[in-house]
């Protein structure tokens, strides 16, 4: 599993290096974003807002969207 570590992710700058991991595994496991959006029971422009950082996702659906990439999210303290 790739782990995804970060301190505080919903600063901007931490997000953006966020997405563009999850995006990099999308596309890794050759996952499109309508079977993501399938997976994890959301709507796929939900999902490309998130890509775009036009929206940010619940922590629900962030986890939702790490497990579905088979990834874990590591925070570490400061």
């Known amino acids: ?4 570590a970060t301190q505080n992710i ?4 931490k997000w953006h290096e966020i997405v563009a991991i999850l995006i990099a595994l999308r ?4 996952i499109s974003q309508d079977k993501l959006a399938d997976i994890i ?3 796929r ?7 775009q950082h036009k929206r940010m996702p ?5 986890m939702m969207w790490i497990n579905a ?9 400061q």
């Open 10 to 13: 919903y600063q901007q700058n």
């Open 58 to 62: 619940s922590v629900l659906y962030l």
């Open 69 to 77: 990439l088979e990834a874990t999210l590591e925070i570490k303290e």
């Open 45 to 51: 422009s939900l999902i490309h807002k998130w890509e």
């Open 27 to 30: 596309k890794k496991r050759k």
């Open 1 to 4: 599993m790739q782990s995804i």
């Open 41 to 43: 029971n959301c709507d």
